[in-house]
């Protein structure tokens, strides 16, 4: 089967900028999550979607950052304007949600740089 | 805030040697995952234990979990250059959320 998808994987920007990721996971995955994951650490997340509703952005900062899951498949994570701090690896991941388990698949991430 | 906590930071093995990984974490958890992530790709699952599991096989993966103790251990055995990558374990169910919460990781390097 066809994995998650992520374009770009590459990209670079002044600060002040915006940026936009986009996201295609796996077919018939409900669940979609996006993860910011800085240089040496894990991958932290910024929020979960169920189909096309918002299950968990505690810790998305919504004052620049914005996400969106139309017709609850493909998404887009916007941030708008960049902060050099905004340097790190975006993951996008889907799930079947499965009771309590949740196994996740991982796209290959988009690396941004602000400069 | 990151849950579970991998050690040691860095390890550099030759191949064939095993390669063993610990993860400690601090509240009750549903499940422990591991996850590997090589240089420029995404994160990949290798294999789920659920707390009234305490050990599971995948192939070279051997994987302990300890309740009492709150850790984990993950074991590579007979390891190949192809190992050599970031192990993270990523911890959930604590508070509620079986959203799994993800440590700093374990660098490991295997030398041909």
């Known amino acids: 089967e066809a994995g998650v998808a992520q374009s770009p994987r590459y990209k670079i920007i002044e600060k002040r900028q915006s940026v936009a990721f986009w996201c295609n996971p796996i077919s018939g995955h409900a669940t979609l999550y996006w993860y910011q994951q800085i240089l040496g650490q894990g991958p932290k997340l910024l929020i979960q979607?169920?189909?096309?509703?918002?299950?968990?952005d505690s810790q998305l900062p919504k004052d620049r950052f914005s996400a969106e899951r139309l017709k609850g498949v493909d998404s887009t994570l916007k941030i708008q304007p960049a902060k050099l701090e905004d340097s790190a690896v975006y993951l996008c991941?889907?799930?079947?949600?499965?009771?309590?388990?949740?196994?996740?698949?991982f796209g290959p991430g988009t690396r941004l740089t602000v400069t | 805030s990151q849950q579970g906590e991998e050690d040691p930071q860095a390890l550099s093995i030759q191949e064939g040697e095993n390669a063993t990984m610990n993860c400690s974490y601090k509240?009750?958890?549903?499940?422990l995952q591991w996850y590997r992530q090589n240089s420029g790709r995404g994160l990949v699952h290798l294999i789920l234990i659920r707390s009234n599991e305490r050990e599971k096989h995948s192939g070279r993966l051997r994987v302990t979990l300890d309740t009492s103790k709150k850790s984990s251990s993950l074991l590579i055995t007979a390891s190949r250059a192809a190992d050599t990558a970031s192990y993270f374990c990523a911890t959930a169910g604590s508070g509620g959320s079986y959203i799994p919460t993800f440590g700093r990781g374990t660098s490991l390097i295997v030398h041909p």
């Open positions: 991941a889907s799930s079947l949600t499965s009771g309590s388990i949740y196994e996740q698949y």
């Open positions: 979607f169920q189909n096309n509703g918002v299950v968990d």
């Open positions: 509240t009750s958890i549903n499940n």
